[in-house]
């Protein structure tokens, strides 16, 4: 299987699990089934997550690592960035703390809520608000020198 063109099966009842596009010089597709198959590494990572409303919550996710993906997607020396995308919010996370984090499509524990959000950037070390949820695009970018990164 050639992992920069592998598209997510459709489930048992024909809809498409949520995936996400992760864009470097390749683009690659990951969904929660591709976590669990051969071509993509999985890790789980204990995070403390802060949300904007001050509530602090220490879960186990489970997913790919950032760094694979990294790898997967051919990112371009010049990254300074990683665009984490969702349908109605976006943040630039700085390239060295994100490659320390994971595309989770798990949260362990249980908690009711545990798939609410899902697949989710999570990473030890970056502020809540850069934590996004419901991810739909992972890009590479390159800020220049005094250019603000995105979030909101």
Not at 9 to 29: K, L, M, N, Q
Not at 108 to 123: I, T
């Amino acid at each position: 299987m050639n992992v920069a063109n592998a598209e997510p099966a459709a489930d048992g009842d024909g809809e498409r699990p949520p995936s996400v596009r992760v864009e470097g010089r390749e683009t690659v597709v990951v969904s929660a089934a591709r976590t669990r198959s051969d071509d993509l590494p999985r890790a789980t990572r204990t995070c403390t997550v802060e949300c904007a409303s001050g509530v602090r919550g220490t879960d186990e996710w489970a997913g790919v690592p950032v760094d694979a993906l990294a790898v997967a997607a051919d990112f371009p020396g010049e990254t300074t960035h990683l665009h984490v995308a969702a349908a109605d919010f976006a943040a630039d996370v700085p390239i060295r703390p994100a490659l320390g984090g994971i595309l989770a499509f798990e949260r362990e524990g249980d908690r009711e809520d545990g798939a609410v959000g899902l697949p989710r950037f999570v990473a030890d070390g970056v502020p809540g608000e850069r934590l996004v949820k419901r991810v739909e695009r992972l890009s590479a970018v390159a800020l220049d020198a005094g250019e603000e990164p995105e979030v909101g």
